[in-house]
């Protein structure tokens, strides 16, 4: 799945009423897996590249799975929070 879909996921949980995020939250943490092996592959890729311009699209792409991944996060906390 790539980083645009996954996001775009994220987004319809975060629009979703209460109800049907308790529905999806299993859904979501399997999302939120996939951004972490999307980010643990980004930095791996990092590390290897020499070419800078290269490196700052990979830095962007890192920061942008970060914030999302962080925001998904504070979803499921507080959907189970709310339980």
């Excluded at 529905?23 to 399997?30: K, V």
């Excluded at 930095?43 to 962080?70: G, P, V, Y």
């Amino acid at each position: 799945m790539k980083t645009p879909k996954l996001i775009n996921t994220l987004k319809e949980f975060m629009d979703a009423g209460k109800q049907k995020q308790r529905e999806q939250i299993a859904s979501i943490r399997i999302v939120l897996k996939k951004l972490k092996k999307k980010k643990q592959a980004l930095k791996q890729k990092l590390r290897n590249e020499n070419d800078e311009k290269i490196r700052r699209q990979l830095r962007k792409e890192l920061k942008i799975i970060t914030a999302q991944r962080k925001k998904g996060l504070c979803l499921v906390k507080k959907v189970n929070n709310l339980n």
